[in-house]
């Protein structure tokens, strides 16, 4: 087994900020092509990511990168998430995945962009 495979499965295996916080904002995040869904719980204070939990219920794949991209965006500003790039999180599990397999990797990533996209939008018309 070579790394890439020894890291992803250690992250599908041992999830991450595995979990859920109570009464924090909750996004559902869904990839339709293979039936991949996610709950990601959020706390934000001061705008950085204090906390990030999550149930999921997907692939392999699904579950170690949304483990690797939680770890890596905890503490982030909103502003910071805004700027990683979908080559950025490959980067982070080691592999750009072929096509029919990107989705797996970037739908929980594109939801809390997403969350952060309304927040700074939010911010700035106020």
């Given at each position: 087994?070579?790394?890439?495979?020894?890291?992803?499965?250690?992250?599908?295996?041992?999830?991450?900020?595995?979990g859920?916080?109570?009464?924090?904002?909750?996004?559902?995040?869904?990839?339709?092509?293979?039936?991949?869904?996610?709950?990601?719980?959020?706390?934000?204070?001061?705008?950085?990511?204090?906390?990030?939990?999550?149930?999921?219920?997907?692939?392999?794949?699904?579950?170690?990168?949304?483990?690797?991209?939680?770890?890596?965006?905890?503490?982030?500003?909103?502003?910071?998430?805004?700027?990683?790039?979908?080559?950025?999180?490959?980067?982070?599990?080691?592999?750009?995945?072929?096509p029919?397999?990107?989705?797996?990797?970037?739908?929980?990533?594109?939801?809390?962009?997403?969350?952060?996209?309304?927040?700074?939008?939010?911010?700035?018309?106020?």
């Open positions: 087994m070579d790394i890439y495979q020894e890291f992803i499965m250690d992250h599908a295996k041992n999830p991450r900020n595995s859920r916080i109570k009464g924090e904002i909750k996004i559902a995040a869904a990839n339709q092509l293979c039936g991949d869904k996610a709950d990601i719980y959020i706390k934000i204070k001061k705008n950085k990511l204090a906390d990030i939990k999550y149930e999921i219920d997907g692939c392999i794949l699904s579950k170690a990168a949304l483990s690797i991209f939680s770890e890596h965006i905890k503490t982030k500003s909103m502003k910071t998430i805004l700027k990683i790039k979908n080559k950025d999180i490959f980067k982070l599990i080691g592999a750009e995945p072929g029919s397999r990107q989705k797996c990797v970037l739908f929980a990533a594109e939801a809390i962009r997403s969350l952060a996209l309304n927040r700074q939008k939010a911010k700035i018309s106020k």
